[in-house]
C-alpha cells in the first residue's frame, strides 16, 4: 500500500531556472497539500487542491510559484525563475476527503537554488 | 492568523528520562491537535491525534498528549524515552473554519543519549 510519492527528492536549479515538483497522493485521496519548510522553521501550508480545483491558495507567493493537480496524474508544483529564497523542503501530503483532517505527508523534495 | 508555538527548539535526554515537550496555539475557537514525529532520514509520520472526546490521547509507540482547553496547550508526553525516539516532533493545529490547513510549530529536535 503506496504511501504519498513525491519526486524527485532532491532539486538543484540555478537562478532563473524552473522547478517542478511532483506529488502522487496515496491510493483513493484525492486532496492533496503543499508545505514549505525553511530552515530552522516549521512547515508553513502553500497550497490545497482537489482534482482539477484549487481549494486553497492562501499560502502561496503572488508570483512565480503555481499548483495544479490534473483529472489523470500527480500534483505539480511549478516555481518559476527561482531565487536562492527558494531553497527549502517541500512537502506534499494528502487526506481522502474534505472532511478528512488527517493528512498523510510524503518524503518531501528539498530544492536547493545555486 | 492563528500560530502554533513549541517551547524549545532542542531537547536532549537520556534514556529512561521522561518527556514532555510543550505546544501552545492561538485560536479561539475549536481545533484539530496533531502531533507529527519525524526520524532521521524518513517522512513525517502522524504520532497522535485530537478531534474531541477524552482530552487524553494515546499515540503509538507510548507517547500521549493532553489537550488543556483553557490553557490552548496540547503538550507531548512519555514516560521513559529509548535511543529510538530520537527525532525531530511537530505540533499541528487545525482551526475549524480556516478551511483544512495544518498550522505547524518549529518543531522540537530531541536527541537520546544511550
Known amino acids: 500500500n503506496a504511501g504519498v510519492m513525491q519526486n524527485p527528492r532532491h532539486l538543484v536549479r540555478r537562478r532563473g531556472q524552473e522547478a517542478r515538483l511532483r506529488c502522487s497522493p496515496m491510493k483513493g485521496h484525492s486532496h492533496v497539500y503543499w508545505y514549505r519548510q525553511l530552515p530552522e522553521e516549521g512547515l508553513k501550508f502553500m497550497v490545497y487542491l482537489q482534482k482539477e480545483n484549487i481549494i486553497d491558495e492562501s499560502g502561496m507567493p503572488k508570483e512565480r510559484f503555481s499548483a495544479e493537480f490534473p483529472k489523470e496524474g500527480p500534483s505539480i508544483l511549478r516555481i518559476q525563475q527561482v531565487v536562492r529564497g527558494d531553497s527549502a523542503a517541500y512537502f506534499c501530503?494528502?487526506?481522502?476527503?474534505?472532511?478528512?483532517?488527517?493528512?498523510?505527508f510524503g518524503p518531501g523534495t528539498r530544492l536547493t537554488v545555486t | 492568523a492563528q500560530s502554533v508555538s513549541q517551547h524549545n527548539h532542542h531537547v536532549i535526554l537520556s534514556e529512561a528520562a521522561s518527556l514532555e515537550l510543550g505546544c501552545n496555539y492561538s485560536?479561539?475557537?475549536?481545533?484539530?491537535l496533531f502531533w507529527y514525529v519525524q526520524y532521521p532520514g524518513q517522512h513525517l509520520q502522524l504520532l497522535l491525534k485530537?478531534?474531541?472526546?477524552?482530552?487524553l490521547v494515546k499515540g503509538i509507540k507510548g507517547f500521549e498528549a493532553e489537550f488543556i482547553k483553557s490553557k490552548f496547550s496540547f503538550n507531548l508526553r512519555k514516560p521513559s524515552v529509548q535511543w529510538s525516539d530520537t527525532a525531530e516532533y511537530f505540533c499541528a493545529v487545525n482551526a475549524l473554519g480556516y478551511g483544512n490547513k495544518l498550522v505547524f510549530g518549529a518543531g522540537t529536535i530531541l536527541r537520546v543519549k544511550s
Open positions: 485530537y478531534f474531541s472526546g477524552d482530552p
Open positions: 485560536y479561539g475557537g475549536t481545533v484539530n
Open positions: 501530503a494528502s487526506s481522502p476527503s474534505d472532511t478528512s483532517y488527517e493528512q498523510y
